[in-house]
């Protein structure tokens, strides 16, 4: 027989503290979380915190995992099914970037991505990220160059390195709320950039 209030379903608790700790930090910020926040956000006490995850930065860690793996997955919900390699430019840089300041995901992902110079784990999974992003831009480019809708100016991967990089400085100033820069002129300003290094007009 089990001890007594120990929980019957183990990985679902876990997932949710890995939920109540993303709500947290997004809230919150990294600097000062503490287990009690966390705990209130999950429903549990702080104990039941410390069962599942006696390190705070290992929960902390599967957070960062988590948001980087709901991020890809939502970007190639949206452009998987689009073949036309234009349209899909277009959808990929719609994806990449932040709704609007109160966007969880990407406040979320800048928060934990500010750990990546104090811990391996978060430097590998900042990196992970960019190198899946650069590589759903580098598919679409090459697709693109291949059936000459496009005409790239530069080696495909600078391009695509580029372009993620634009996605993140300017997703960054919309999270931060830079009020001379809203979601829709960081697209404008993106789609003008791969208008010139692709040859397309109508991007």
Known sequence: MGKPGRPKNQTARREALVD????AITERGLEGLRIKDIAAEAGMSAGSVLYYYPE?????????????ERFL?????????????????????????PADAEDATHRLLYELHSRAD??????????????????????????????GVFTLTAPVGDLARNLVALEDGYGL???????RLT??????????????????AEL
């Open 173 to 179: 100033h919309i999270v931060s709320r830079n009020a």
């Open 56 to 68: 705070l930065d290992d929960l902390v860690l599967e957070v960062h995992r988590g948001a980087v």
């Open 118 to 147: 104090r811990s391996a784990g978060h430097a590998e999974l900042m990196a992970s990220l960019f190198a899946h992003e650069v590589g759903l831009y580098t598919t679409v480019l090459e697709v693109g160059a291949a059936t």
């Open 73 to 97: 997955r939502a970007r190639h919900a949206v452009t998987d099914e689009v073949t036309d390699p234009v349209a899909r430019l277009r959808a990929l840089i719609a994806s990449g970037l």
């Open 20 to 23: 109540a700790a993303g709500r």
């Open 183 to 200: 979601r829709a002129e960081a697209q404008r300003l993106i789609r003008a950039h791969a208008r010139a290094v692709t040859g397309r």
